[in-house]
């Protein structure tokens, strides 16, 4: 495997690690201040990524590269509202779209076409998720200090869980 797109892709994979502990730390914070349905969105988010940094290790195994099983900062224990993690949790995907993008521009630059290919599914999941929190967000402002909105917005967010979960099975079954 060309070294640079090795490098490269070895980065994701701590980004997605990252991604999953962080969000990780997210389901629990919301457990633990009485968000249970935002907690169980915020398990399975965990796993995705969890998943999406699986998938990138047996890609660069398969393809005679070294992946590396990254070591990540601890993230926050406290978040300063539901908002705040939502904001949070957008930000932190738009990073996370530069970095594949970054790895898209390199695969390009190094004409490595199957793992442009092999990264464009990265690329969708990221209209998704972005697509995701900005809705979710949106529905947060919406709602403001409004309790019976929270209570509502927090059930929601339980149907959405088990929606992705539903889905991820059948994806992971693909
Ligand atoms: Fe892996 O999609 Fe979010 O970070």
Not at 23 to 43: D, H, I, Q, R, V
Not at 62 to 75: C, F, K, L, T, Y
Not at 142 to 166: Q, T, V
């Amino acid at each position: 495997m060309n070294k640079r797109i090795e490098v490269a892709l070895n980065d994701q994979i701590q980004k997605e690690s990252s991604s999953s502990q962080y969000y990780l730390a997210m389901a629990s914070w919301a457990e633990n201040n009485g968000l249970n349905g935002t907690a169980k969105f915020m398990y399975t988010h965990s796993d995705e990524e969890r998943f999406h940094m699986l998938k990138l290790i047996k890609f660069v195994n398969e393809r005679g590269g070294v992946a590396i099983v990254p070591s990540v900062p601890q993230p926050p224990v406290e978040f300063d509202s539901l908002e705040r993690v939502f904001e949070l949790l957008l930000e932190h995907e738009l990073m996370v779209t530069e970095s594949i993008n970054s790895v898209v521009d390199i695969c390009l630059q190094e004409k490595d076409y199957s793992t442009h290919n092999f990264m464009q599914w990265y690329v969708s999941e990221q209209l998704e998720e972005e697509a995701l929190a900005r809705g979710i967000l949106d529905k947060l402002r919406l709602i403001g200090g409004d309790k019976g909105g929270l209570y509502l917005f927090d059930r929601d967010m339980e149907a959405s869980a088990a929606a992705a979960n539903k889905a991820g099975t059948a994806d992971k079954k693909a």
